[in-house]
Structure formats: structure tokens, C-alpha cells
């Protein structure tokens, strides 16, 4: 597709169960970041992939969040055991610029609820 | 750290009205300044840039003007649309660095 595509666009989960949630970014696009929305707050920055240079981890707010990025393209965010306090949209972005000069092209996000 | 506040919404207006979002940013040295905009059902999208002091991003009748001095970059349109109703967030980053620094957004909603 031409924009970045997120899935599953909702999920609903029990506390404790782990997810995982799906990026695919624009084809030929180096870099590619995960943002979480919780309601009423901005943007908060989770983790930043480059290319084949190790990932900037520095926004993950606990050891239950990881991400990967296979083959430099699609990326999972795994959320382990699950809390309330997870529930949020999880916001996928690419970016076709090594500078970081902040144009960035977002997903529509996916909708975690934690019951 | 680097923060971005935004006015709380929503902000309503009648088509044609003049629309002014305040924006004010905390950060050190010159950061580039940015709003983004996310229509109804989509993702975020650049609207305008900054990149240093006095500069004036523009895009689609929308401006706004980067101030040191008083650490803002408001946005603003002269005559709204229905089609803007939307949420806006501003943003900023420095050269270089990994993430940009979003405030929590406002919900514009424009009556016909």
C-alpha cells in the first residue's frame, strides 16, 4: 500500500494476556518509530529504528515492551502481561529521512483496550 | 527536558470564522517546530514547518510563525472550513535527535 499500515486497528485483551501489534511501514523508508496516545495525553515516544543501527529503546516505559524490525521493514511491538495502564493507541511511523528533520508519515494506529 | 503545550479544545467555530491555536514549546537551544494534523478515521500528517526563529510555515491556508522570543508557533487560518475539523498537535525536535516532542493535541470542529 502506499501509507503505513497498522494492525490490528483495535484490540481487546484480559490483564495479564500479551500482545502483539503490527507496522508496516512505507516501502523504502529507513527509519520507523513507535508513539503510544493515552487519552487526553500527546504523543509519547516509544522506540526509533534506523536501518541496521541499534534501535533507540530510551522511551519504553517498562521491560514488558519490546520491539522488533525484521529485514529493515515491518516491525511488532509486544506488550508481556498486560496492565490497565496500557491501554492506549499505539501510533507506527516511517520516515524516508536519516536527518530526522520531522516528517513523519503515521499509521492510523491500533486501539488497545486492557480489561 | 524538551515540552509542548497546547490550548485544551475543542475549539468551535462557524465556517469562515479565524482560527488561532496556541502553541508554546520549552526547550534549549533552536529547536525546528512543527504541526501535524490528524483528519477523522486517518493518521497524522505534516501540516507546516519551522526550522528557525521568525520563519513562517504555511500550507493550505494554514501559517504559522516561529518566536523565540516568546517561545510559541501558533497556528493560525483566516477563514475556516468544515473540511478542518480535525485534531491538531504541534511538535518539535532538534537536528539530528530521534523523536519529536508532540503536545496532547486539539480538536477543532467547524460548523456549517
Known amino acids: 500500500g502506499a501509507g503505513v499500515s497498522q494492525s490490528p486497528s483495535n484490540k481487546v485483551t484480559e490483564k495479564g494476556k500479551d500482545v502483539e501489534l503490527r507496522c508496516d511501514p512505507i516501502?523504502?523508508?529507513?527509519?520507523l518509530y513507535w508513539y503510544r496516545q493515552s487519552l487526553g495525553q500527546g504523543l509519547e515516544f516509544l522506540i526509533y529504528f534506523q536501518g541496521n543501527s541499534a534501535p533507540d529503546k530510551s522511551g519504553l516505559p517498562s521491560d514488558r515492551f519490546s520491539a522488533e524490525r525484521t529485514g529493515g521493514s515491518v516491525s511488532t511491538l509486544t506488550i508481556q502481561r498486560t496492565q490497565q495502564e496500557d491501554s492506549a493507541v499505539y501510533l507506527c511511523a516511517s520516515s524516508p529521512d536519516r536527518a530526522n528533520t520531522g516528517e513523519l508519515f503515521f499509521g492510523e494506529g491500533s486501539r488497545l483496550t486492557v480489561l | 527536558g524538551d515540552s509542548v503545550t497546547q490550548m485544551e479544545g475543542p475549539v468551535t467555530l462557524s465556517e469562515e470564522a479565524f482560527l488561532t491555536i496556541n502553541c508554546t514549546y520549552t526547550a534549549t537551544g533552536y529547536p525546528s517546530l512543527f504541526w501535524y494534523v490528524q483528519y477523522p478515521g486517518e493518521g497524522l500528517q505534516l501540516l507546516l514547518k519551522a526550522t528557525k526563529a521568525d520563519d513562517k510555515g504555511s500550507n493550505k491556508g494554514f501559517e504559522a510563525t516561529y518566536r523565540k522570543e516568546t517561545t510559541s508557533f501558533h497556528l493560525e487560518k483566516g477563514s475556516v472550513q468544515v473540511s478542518d475539523s480535525a485534531v491538531y498537535f504541534c511538535?518539535?525536535?532538534?537536528?539530528?535527535?530521534?523523536?519529536?516532542?508532540f503536545g496532547s493535541g486539539t480538536r477543532l470542529q467547524v460548523q456549517p
Open positions: 516501502s523504502g523508508h529507513t527509519a
Open positions: 511538535a518539535l525536535t532538534h537536528t539530528g535527535r530521534r523523536a519529536l516532542t
